[in-house]
Each structure stands twice: as C-alpha cells, then as structure tokens.
C-alpha cells in the first residue's frame, strides 16, 4: 500500500496575549518549501488566547481565555475551515483560574485545561458540533514547594494525555510533581488516579512542559525554575528517571526559565527553549537506544521571552514565539546535525505565546 503523500501547505495557528496588544487568534499559511508564513485571517472574539489545541479532524480549534488570579479563566471552542483559515467562535465554558494549556484527545471527547493559577485540571465533554460542555470533572491539587514566591501553592502547567492516550499527565510546578491519572473517556470521570498517581522531582525545579519520543518509550520534561531537562523510561504510565541534564552553560549567570520541548518527528533530537535572561534554545541529540540526551550546542532564539515554539511536520523548520520582543522567527533545521539556522522569515505580532500546526490540505 502507497503511503499518504504528506502536505506541502500548512496552517500555523498563533496563540497571543490580547492583553499586551494583539488581537486574538491569527492563523498563517507556511509554505515547507520556504519556510514562509503568510497571513490568512484572525478572529478577536475572545481575550487572551494564550494556547490553543487542534482537533484531530480539523474542524474545531480550542483555546484557554487566560485571566488573572482575580478572574475565573474560560475555555473556548471555534470552528475551523483550513484551506481559507477562517476561525469562528462556537462557545465558551468556565474553567479554573489562569488556565495555561490545553489539549484534545484523538476521538474528540473530551477537552483538557492546565489552570495555573487555581493549581487545577478540568475536563470539558465535547459536544458532536465543537461545542464544550460544563466541565464534567475538576482534579485540584494541593501542598506547595520551598520556593516561597513561586510555589507557595499549586500551579498545574500541563496536560497531556499519553500516545495512546490511556493515562493523563500533567505537571504542576508548585508541587513539583508529574501526576499521572488513568483515562477512560467512556466514564463520566473519565480520570482516576494511577499508581503511582506522581512522581517528584528535585525540589525547586518547578515542573512546565512534556514531550514524547517518537517511540513513546521515554518521556522528556523541562522544568521552569531549574531549567533541566528529565528523561524518564515511560514504562506503561510508571515513569523511571534515567537522567537529568541542565540547560545552563557551566559557569553561566544568566537567569534560567525554562519554557517549551519538542521532539523532532524523526525522533533524532530534543529542543528546549530557556527564558530568563538566557532567550537560547538547546539541542540535544537523543541517543535511539537508551533515549539519553547528549548536548550539541545552544543559540539565541533571536528575541525576547521564547515561551512556546513548533517543529513543522515535514522536521525542516522550527518555529519560535519570542512573546517580550513581539515576534515569530523560523529556523532552519540540520536534518543530520540537528543544529538550527536562523532564516530571514519572521512575523511581526504582539505577544505570541502559542504555535500549532495543522494541515491546509
């Protein structure tokens, strides 16, 4: 059987800050030949879309409407038409305060949001049109970690359901802990807690974002506050550390912040990007035996603040959101060295704190 050719056009939908300037959502068409974007369409109906998710059928983008600790945040469901990039709003649910991530699973049952501020994961049931219902289950977390200004109660920053999506993961970088809950998305709780229902990791690191090797045998997580990166032998939902490497150069006095993680879809390499004062993006190559990381070098993400970056699907480009310096820079990647250069094509906008890729063919 011929494989499915793989698209040469797709849509790069952007996650903002409306609150710093920008308008909403935008949606760009990126061209893998180039690595150009051009801008297609927007929609300002909600406030601070600061990360999205994609429908596995391309026909419902979802996004967190992230406010402050005084304001309960929300969650909203638009429709999505790829080859034009017209997004439209359906509807909005309550969710916890500050919620920072969200994501659907594959059979678009149920939609996920990481509240930051209220330390909480809730569940949203999908309706058959996109729309999101109540939240049907809200998992609250408790306790706190020894960094006082940080940490002085839960702050869940994750929440992602694993490849073959039988367990929950999400991270809580006031605890520092990944917790790992059982999924069913027949049940009405569809979570319930696994055993082990977490792990810890070094007090103080401050747990953020998670990927998966291609393989799904290991599991990487880059914490906020340390700035390392975890490598765990995933192990059917009962992870087992096998390393940590940090993302600082030695002797260095730049403040550390770690953001995002991404694997390559050739499973070769692992990139993580440092904020603080550092604005860098680390490569490491992944070794395909043991899934241990080996550091190849570190650059500039050419801005300010790289909060959220993407790997386009072809594994050619890479794409970071400097959100502080308001802009998008692509790079080029090294497909046997794994190194990144930077290209001349960017995009100018106002806090970008959010990039997905999906299909515009």
């Known amino acids: 059987m011929a494989?499915?050719?793989?698209?040469?056009?797709?849509?790069?939908?952007?996650?903002?800050?409306?609150?710093?300037?920008?308008?909403?959502?935008?949606?760009y068409r990126f061209y893998t030949q180039t690595g150009k974007l051009v801008y297609l369409n927007r929609t300002?109906?909600?406030?601070?879309?600061?990360y999205l998710c994609v429908a596995k059928n391309n026909k419902f983008?979802?996004?967190?409407?992230?406010?402050?600790?005084?304001?309960?945040?929300?969650?909203?469901?638009?429709?999505?038409?790829?080859?034009?990039?017209?997004i439209e709003l359906i509807n909005k649910q309550t969710s916890g305060a500050g919620p920072a991530y969200i994501s659907v699973d594959k059979d678009q049952k149920h939609v996920f949001t990481a509240n930051y501020n209220s330390g909480s994961l809730s569940v949203f049931p999908v309706n058959k049109d996109g729309s999101l219902n109540p939240a049907s289950q809200t998992l609250q977390d408790a306790g706190h970690g020894p960094d006082k200004a940080r940490q002085e109660k839960p702050h869940v920053h994750t929440a992602m359901l694993s490849p073959d999506e039988k367990y929950m993961l999400y991270t809580d970088l006031g605890t520092d802990k990944l917790n790992i809950y059982r999924y069913k998305s027949s049940q009405a709780q569809p979570l319930t807690p696994a055993s082990p229902p977490f792990i810890s990791v070094t007090p103080g690191d401050g747990p953020r974002h998670i990927d998966f090797g291609t393989n799904h045998k290991y599991l990487y997580m880059v914490t906020e506050m340390g700035a390392n990166i975890y490598t765990y032998e995933y192990n059917g939902g009962k992870p087992k550390m096998l390393q940590k490497v940090?993302?600082?150069?030695?002797?260095?006095?730049k403040q550390p912040g770690g953001a995002d993680?991404?694997?390559s879809p050739d499973g070769l390499f692992l990139y993580a990007t440092n904020r603080g004062t550092a604005n860098e993006i680390v490569t490491y190559a992944i070794n395909q035996e043991n899934g241990l990381l080996t550091f190849i070098n570190r650059q500039g993400t050419g801005g300010n603040h790289p909060r959220n970056f993407?790997?386009?699907?072809?594994?050619?480009?890479l794409l970071v959101a400097n959100m502080k310096s308001n802009?998008?820079?692509?790079?080029?990647?090294?497909?046997?060295?794994?190194?990144?250069?930077?290209?001349?094509?960017?995009?100018?906008?106002?806090?970008?704190?959010?990039?997905?890729?999906?299909?515009a063919e």
């Open 261 to 263: 993680i991404h694997v």
């Open 246 to 253: 940090s993302m600082m150069a030695d002797g260095s006095t």
């Open 327 to 359: 802009n998008i820079i692509v790079f080029k990647i090294n497909r046997t060295t794994g190194k990144l250069s930077q290209t001349n094509n960017r995009v100018q906008l106002d806090s970008p704190s959010c990039l997905k890729f999906t299909s």
């Open 44 to 50: 300002t109906a909600v406030d601070n879309p600061s």
């Open 310 to 317: 993407v790997i386009d699907p072809t594994g050619n480009y």
């Open 61 to 86: 983008v979802y996004s967190v409407n992230e406010m402050n600790d005084d304001h309960k945040g929300s969650v909203s469901a638009f429709s999505f038409e790829p080859v034009g990039g017209k």
């Open 3 to 27: 494989q499915a050719k793989q698209p040469t056009t797709f849509d790069v939908l952007i996650g903002t800050y409306t609150s710093n300037g920008s308008d909403g959502i935008y949606v």
